[in-house]
């Protein structure tokens, strides 16, 4: 493996990324590629992440959809983009995963609860099925209390937040300034 890395050989695990405040810098509503900054950082994780041997899989929430603000197709259109963004810098994300429902400010077909949208644990399970994911093996990066509680719920290894939008969250979690801190603690837990 590159830079002397070597994978862990046993279950497969996965370093799940919440998008907005972990893979790009959050700025509400994001759809549109000329508004994409990454976040300091996500490149190098992303790359020490798969040479660990850890699937890459965002799992987001996207309200905006459930808003109106911007269509699936949209989204769909953006991660590309941002996924060729990523490969340019020898990241391969596995997957993408989103809910684009929201309980209370869905438009139409969109307004409704879904077990997808954190802090449920649709997105995780589905990694599951799709990939024979361990969640006890797997890490989860999110800026979010809805991230750590779905995390939590699925009993994953171990959860991160990335201070900025929220903070003190409940549930276990390890909170840390930069991605550079998880990227060390992969380096060194495995």
Known sequence: ???GLTPINGPQRALFLDRDGVVNEEIGYLHKAEDVRFVPGIFSLCRTAMQLGYRLVVVTNQAGIARGYYTEADFEALMQWMREELRAEGVELDAVYYCP????HGIGEYRREHEDRKPGTG???RAVKEFGI????????GDRCSDIVAANRAELRQVFLV???ESGCDGNYLKVNGLDEI????LTQG
Do not use: T
């Open 101 to 104: 429902y929201h309980p209370e």
């Open 1 to 3: 493996m590159k830079d």
């Open 134 to 141: 361990s969640l006890v093996d797997s890490v989860m990066v």
């Open 183 to 186: 990227e060390q603690w992969l």
């Open 123 to 125: 997105m995780l399970r």
């Open 163 to 165: 201070a900025g939008i």
